[in-house]
């Protein structure tokens, strides 16, 4: 198994994550309107996830995690298709499976990287092209958390594959991205303190948009959510380890 993202993975990275720009702007001028590109909060809407007040809005919800959604689906065929192909190399030995795990977490990483630096690169020359500033640090801070967030979610997705079968980590990954929006978006709803399922379930830590309501650090919140990825890590590595085929 090579660790090299190819020109076939590379072009469907490059275009998830245009449709993951595409879907960011429809959902900004939703919220804004015609003033968007000029609006102050252009760039917190396109790139800092969900507004909580939107997280109860099926299509709103649908158009944010359609596009991580192609993507963790990609990387989960992606992990499916070699556990199958290099099925006897793997699991020889136990040292070719933490291998095999380990080469699997650095396509992972790889491709949220490129997935993430492509759609933070649009908006960055669209923010240009219309004379709007914006200081370095502000995007640092965004994509620290928009790709930490990516991380988590990856390998969530991709450790399913170790305890489920197909569908149901096709189910599963649809539940990570959805069901926690949706629980926070209804608890808002109904005047309930949504504040505790946004800072309390994982997949929701990385918001920006959720973040800046409960006053969340941004060092404080990537740190926790690596210790989340060491976490799933290591369940992972422990699962193949110990997998027998049957």
Not at 51 to 79: G, H, M, R
Not at 87 to 94: S, W
Request: aromatic share 18%.
């Amino acid at each position: 198994m090579k660790n090299k993202i190819n020109k076939f993975i590379f072009r469907n990275i490059c275009i998830v994550a245009l449709i993951h720009f595409i879907f960011s702007m429809y959902y900004s001028y939703l919220i804004l309107g015609s003033k968007l590109i000029k609006s102050p909060d252009f760039f917190r809407l396109v790139a800092g996830g969900i507004q909580v007040e939107d997280s109860s809005n099926l299509f709103l919800i649908i158009l944010y995690v359609a596009p991580k959604c192609l993507l963790f689906l990609w990387i989960t065929n992606s992990f499916v298709k070699d556990l199958k192909s290099n099925f006897l190399y793997i699991f020889l030995r136990t040292s070719n499976r933490t291998k095999w795990l380990n080469k699997t977490i650095i396509l992972t990483i790889k491709s949220v990287f490129y997935y993430e630096a492509i759609f933070f690169t649009s908006i960055v020359i669209l923010l240009v092209c219309n004379g709007l500033k914006i200081s370095a640090w502000d995007i640092l801070e965004l994509f620290l958390l928009e790709f930490f967030q990516m991380i988590m979610l990856a390998f969530f997705s991709n450790g399913m594959q170790l305890f489920l079968n197909e569908t149901a980590c096709v189910f599963g990954t649809l539940l990570e991205l959805a069901v926690p929006l949706i629980i926070t978006g209804v608890i808002y709803e109904n005047h309930g303190m949504w504040i505790y399922p946004a800072k309390c379930i994982p997949f929701n830590w990385g918001n920006y948009n959720y973040m800046m309501s409960y006053h969340s650090n941004t060092f404080i919140t990537v740190l926790f959510i690596s210790l989340i990825c060491i976490l799933i890590y290591f369940v992972s590595k422990r699962k193949i380890n110990k997998y027998e085929f049957m």
